[in-house]
């Protein structure tokens, strides 16, 4: 039997809560009631053959309470008249709250939409949307707004996020509601106040205009003539991405590595300089006007994620290079080869004609399924002599 049950109402009630629904009429949502809820009865047949089973479903229905049964009269050839649940309806919003027991709940946002409406009216429209969502923020709720409104009071501060002075808020509160605060401020803040070009949770701080944590540039000199520093010692330097755009090294050539031990190891060569990759983006680096005059030579592993680098690193720097990332380096180390876990498979559009051959042989796996070549296995006398060869180019 698949007649409707009190049940199965309170189920239907339940899908609009666990929707949302209910809770966003509170917060200036669509009115969700009175509604009409989907009533499946007994056909006429069924009257006759389960006549006793008929009248006890009627009577389980009328018996339920929070909603109202439309009765309609029915008359049957062997039954002769006889009255039936036709509509089902929840009147009003408190009707649906005790059928599934969520008044409190409900009190609770109600109380969370006053608080909006009275401090942050701005916030209404994600209140309405994320309205389950927001009944689960409700300690923290006010907090929240806190943070929004001390935003706009102080728009584009050019501080850090530990300096937002606000009783009970700290760093790593903001942080980890960087995603709900950014919607927050999207609908609160003028547009003057957003950097547009600023996407991403990674970006929270440049598009609201906050000091972000400064992006940190690792190097060694290759020249000891050129040394930055007195003294014969190796000189492993790290400098914040402003003061290595002023920087004077009077080097000639830039080499880019990914890996740390590559870095540490880099040979010396005359007006020369190798930059540790990991760790920041390509935007940063070539924020250094004086890179654009050297010779840049980009060192990656042998793989599609390799030449994906590459590829992301001219779109900066036009001018760079690929060092050891060429077919003859590949094949002459084919006991070293590995595994790539998960290839690149996309277009890539700023590499050369032999990059892009050997991209494509790579990505189609027409050497071997997802050849990798790292960069730490290439022989140190072969690096050794592609330098040599570099000297005199």
Known sequence: MTWTTPADLRAQVQKLWDKGLILASLAGGETVFPRRLTLKGPSSSELTDRFDQGRSWIADLRRGS?????????????????????????????????????RRDAERFAQLAAITRNRRPSALPWLARHSLKALELADRWPLLLDIVDWIRAHPRPGVYLRQIDIPGVHTKFIESHRALLSELLELSLPPDAIDADAAGLGQFCRRYGFRDKPTRIRFRILDPELALLPGTTDQDITLDHDTFALLDAKVDRVFITENEINFLAFPNLPRSMVVFGAGYGFDRLAQASWLHRCRIHYWGDIDTHGFAILDQLRAYLPHAESFLMDRETLMAHSSQWVTEPQPVRRDLSCLSREEQALYDDLRDNRIRPALRLEQERIGFGWIERALDRLRFR
Not at 66 to 86: Q, T
Not at 90 to 97: G, Q, R, S, Y
Request: aromatic residues 6%; proline residues 3%.
């Open 66 to 102: 929070h909603y109202r049964v439309v009765m309609r009269e029915v008359r049957h050839r062997i039954l002769g008249a006889n009255r039936v649940p036709d509509e089902i309806w929840i009147d009003t919003l408190d009707d649906a709250l005790a059928l599934i027991g969520k």
